[in-house]
């Protein structure tokens, strides 16, 4: 009899220790942790984030519930009927829990993520103004086509301090290409393509305000669209980790008013020409 | 004559050390994840010291441990080699070794009633095996420039190129020699325990009358035959890329300290797909036997069949399968074709369908039980929440959409804690505590047991929680400076409240290791069946003895879990009790 009422109040801890548990999970997903969406496409990305927020966790507290409610019912030492085992039941509650986790998460990809995904990965745009990020440890080189509107050549063999991207002065193309460091100006509203390119070892070009995030790798070019909603500075951090400077590899996107976007590209000049 | 008899038993050497007995193999994998796991768990103290407070000086440990810190401080080099190493070390050198090579070794053979593996010389070998590769693995730390600090996925061209990090030089390729020796001894114990359990059945013992725990390590161990090879391959790759010129996974074009290197041709996506064609099915390797450990203990303790057995291992066989081909589900942002990124989304979260029968089989199964709140039940029971909370963070890392923010970010590291870490080590805790009277003929302290519970469960949880949101909140990881990011500002305070919540666990695991060596010689005796449970290993004595049973191996009548199906409160039939005898064991 003792040892019964002892469980009792085991039961009833372990009761309140899930219970916080659910509290503390809930409570923390629900509250909005992701910095302000500034892109056109993350505002898609939070859809789907927020959908499965709101999917998942009622699933999650109903299925909380269920479980503290067996250990207050068969867990205080009060004989109950023995189970039969019957196989017809088991089966339902196999399809049930199949049927509905699918639907809700296929819903997630296919419905709600989709259409989201064909942004991010649409056709580029002919408006889109296109930048060139090439990721190398630990600093992003950003070069811009300039007024010809033609990315020159690039070398690997010319890559050095004073040519970061390693631009070839034989191609006509190449002397008026602009080129800066950890720092990308856009304007705001209009598609942004970046081409990204890597020289060395694997990296992530992710702005988290935009939910952009792609990895950079040597010998493929990858690409980033977005178009960028809200004026501001947005910080670009490596999220592949690429050696011992990787947590410093940081730069930013500046984005624009168009004419204050097109006023610093007018005052840049070619970076073999200064 | 009893076979006992027949077979003397053997001498230290070959009892303690160069054992081939699957029961000696079985204790001596867990010791030596126990001691890695002192290792690791001592790199992670570390890491969060240094996560929560970055610019804290800590001289102390500067002079504990002088070629990571400078001026008390870890030097970032050394914080990636410690991620890499605490990363691989506990998964492959303590939760593999522990969960499915000590826990299926031990178990196995009792719970399907033979007297020892197939191939009890391979065994051997399988462990001693390991044991090179774990000195090789912590060897690494020597190294001129250190361990190996390119991530327990050790992508190149990080990780093939010596000149591009200080841990990708001797420490990559020793990490490399100690991996390959992991899976020769990994795919050597895989081998023996497909074919013990296809083969070495007692009696009676059909397929669908073994239990649970038998399934996910016969499961499991599959899983592991066809999936580490290609991690072989990649490593042997990555090998040659680096000691033999090659180009495997290294393109033309690459710059290195201001040269052009010679390589041409290969690609670092490549490395990706064969290292997750591994990398994923290993989770399941890992979180299977878990739950597998979770339903035995579950009927054990709880007094009921399994809810859904058939169900269950039905389920078990359809996530296998489908974990073999959602690989792609790591490299959403890698470039990878979106369609494909979009084919691997749609796979990977059907795993929800079959992954939900098992969570729920888990909580029904407590529906009309007797639960006894044993500290293995209790551990049972958090890994039910474990499961919940980790199997739907995973739906978001899934869903290809909703990665694109979340990828590699904090959110992915709480997620794998949650179902690799948790999952799994509450499952070890709840076998040894289950099975600690058939391994030393003792019981362990249960009031120290459930201290150990409270102390690890509350707190372990919600440091592991607090990690997603950290990740929502958009930090990565493999960051060794937060303070390096303005937008990261508002939330160091969840750094400091995780490494705070995860010390507690930490320094609560000293009290298990007491308990569990304290025991080992002075706990209370018990008998061959002090869980009154039904599976055949609790018919031998405990400790079991050589050869596990004496002259006749037991046979069995029914399935695993015929609890109170008798009509008796406390009732219970052995799987090995004949029928006519059957009536009369109750409790």
Redesign the interface.
């Known amino acids: 009899m003792k040892r019964e009422r002892r469980q009792t109040g085991e039961v009833v801890a372990l009761i309140l220790l899930f219970l916080a548990i659910t509290v503390f999970t809930v409570g923390g997903f629900a509250r909005q942790w992701m910095p302000p969406v500034a892109s056109a496409h993350g505002v898609g990305v939070d859809g789907v984030i927020w959908y499965l927020l709101k999917a998942t966790g009622p699933v999650l507290v109903t299925g909380a519930v269920i479980f503290m409610y067996f250990l207050w019912r068969y867990g205080r030492g009060r004989p109950t009927p023995a189970p039969t085992p019957n196989p017809r039941a088991e089966l339902w509650w196999s399809i049930v829990p199949v049927v509905g986790m699918m639907a809700l998460t296929e819903v997630g990809v296919v419905v709600k993520g989709m259409p989201v995904w064909e942004q991010i990965y649409a056709p580029i745009p002919a408006d889109a103004v296109t930048v060139e990020v090439t990721g190398q440890q630990f600093e992003w080189i950003v070069r811009y086509p300039g007024p010809d509107g033609k990315f020159g050549r690039v070398k690997p063999e010319l890559v050095d301090k004073t040519n970061p991207a390693g631009l070839d002065r034989d191609d006509p193309a190449a002397l008026d290409d602009i080129v800066v460091r950890n720092q990308v100006h856009v304007p705001l509203g209009r598609p942004v393509y970046i081409r990204l390119r890597g020289r060395d070892v694997l990296h992530s070009f992710s702005v988290a305000s935009f939910r952009v995030k792609q990895d950079v790798v040597p010998g493929v070019l990858n690409r980033v669209l977005f178009v960028a909603t809200a004026p501001g500075r947005y910080e670009i951090a490596c999220t592949q980790v690429c050696g011992m400077g990787h947590y410093k590899m940081h730069g930013a996107v500046y984005v624009d008013q168009p004419q204050d976007y097109q006023d610093w590209l007018q005052h840049q000049t070619g970076w073999l020409q200064q | 004559m009893s076979a006992t008899a027949e077979h003397a038993q053997p001498g230290f050497w070959r009892h303690y050390v160069f054992s081939t007995d699957h029961k000696m193999i079985g204790k001596q994998y867990i010791l030596t994840a126990v001691v890695m796991a002192l290792f690791a768990t001592t790199w992670s103290v570390l890491l969060r010291l240094h996560l929560a407070w970055p610019q804290a000086q800590w001289p102390l440990l500067g002079k504990l441990f002088p070629g990571l810190f400078q001026d008390g401080v870890l030097l970032?080099?050394r914080y990636?080699s410690l991620v890499t190493m605490h990363g691989t070390v506990m998964i492959f050198f303590v939760i593999s070794i522990s969960l499915v090579s000590g826990f299926g070794n031990f178990v196995i053979p009792l719970q399907i009633g033979a007297r020892d593996m197939a191939y009890p010389f391979l065994n051997m070998l399988s462990y001693w095996t390991i044991v090179p590769a774990c000195l090789i693995m912590l060897a690494s730390f020597f190294a001129p420039e250190g361990a190996a600090?390119?991530?327990w996925t050790a992508?190149?061209?990080?990780s093939a190129?010596p000149d591009?990090?200080?841990g990708?030089g001797l420490g990559q390729t020793l990490w490399l020699f100690a991996m390959a020796l992991f899976i020769a001894s990994f795919t050597m114990g895989g081998l023996n325990f497909v074919t013990t359990i296809l083969n070495l059945r007692t009696r009676g013992m059909s397929m669908f009358r073994m239990p649970l725990t038998v399934w996910t390590m016969f499961i499991a161990s599959i899983l592991g035959i066809l999936a580490f090879p290609a991690l072989t391959a990649a490593a042997i790759m990555l090998l040659l890329d680096r000691l033999g010129s090659t180009s495997f996974f290294?393109?033309?074009?690459?710059?290195?300290g201001?040269t052009?290197l010679p390589h041409q041709g290969?690609?670092?996506?490549l490395f990706q797909h064969l290292f997750w064609f591994l990398g994923h099915p290993e989770v399941y390797v890992l979180v299977l036997p878990a739950i597998g450990i979770a339903f035995d203990v579950v009927a054990a303790h709880?007094r009921?069949?399994v809810?859904?057995?058939?169900?269950s291992v039905w389920?078990l066989v359809v996530v296998a399968v489908l974990s073999m081909i959602v690989w792609g589900h790591h490299m959403f942002?890698?470039?990878m074709s979106?369609y494909v990124?979009?084919y691997f989304?749609?796979a990977t979260?059907?795993i929800?369908?079959?992954?939900?029968?098992l969570?729920?089989?888990l909580?029904?199964s407590?529906?009309?039980?007797?639960?006894?709140?044993t500290s293995a039940m209790?551990f049972a029971?958090a890994i039910?929440?474990a499961v919940?909370?980790g199997g739907?963070g995973g739906?978001?890392l899934?869903?290809?959409?909703?990665d694109?923010?979340?990828?590699?970010?904090y959110f992915v590291v709480g997620h794998f804690h949650l179902m690799i870490a948790v999952v799994t080590f509450f499952a070890i805790f709840a076998g040894i505590y289950h099975w600690f009277p058939k391994m030393f003929g003792r019981r362990m302290n249960e009031t120290l047991g459930?201290a150990h519970f409270w102390l690890t469960?509350?707190t372990t949880?919600?440091g592991f929680?607090?990690m997603?949101?950290?990740g929502?909140?958009?930090e990565?990881?493999?960051?060794?400076?937060p303070s390096?990011?303005?937008?990261l500002e508002p939330?160091q305070w969840l750094n400091v409240l995780i490494s705070i919540l995860l010390f507690i666990p930490g320094a609560a695991q000293f009290l298990f290791l007491w308990n569990f060596f304290h025991s080992m010689v002075a706990g209370e005796r018990v008998g061959p069946n002090p869980w009154q449970a039904t599976t055949l290993e609790w018919t031998t004595e405990s400790p079991a003895p050589h050869l596990n049973w004496g002259a006749e191996l037991p046979v069995a009548y029914r399935g695993p879990y015929d609890y109170?199906?008798n009509?008796a409160?406390d009732g219970y039939e052995p799987q090995a009790a004949a029928p006519s005898a059957a009536a009369l064991v109750t409790s």
């Open positions: 970032p080099e990636l600090g390119s991530g992508y190149p061209p990080l190129l591009a990090a200080p990708s290294l393109p033309s074009g690459l710059v290195m201001g052009v290969g690609t670092p996506l709880g009921r069949p809810f859904g057995y058939r169900t389920a942002v890698s470039g979106p990124g979009e989304s749609i979260v059907s929800t369908g079959p992954f939900a029968v969570a729920l089989n909580v029904a407590l529906w009309r039980a007797e639960i006894r709140l209790m029971l039910v929440a919940g909370i739907v739906i978001f899934a869903t290809a959409t909703s694109q923010y979340l990828h590699n970010s459930k469960v509350p949880i919600a929680v607090t997603h949101f950290l929502m909140a958009g990565q990881r493999h960051l060794y400076d390096a990011y303005k937008f939330v109170r199906l009509g409160p």
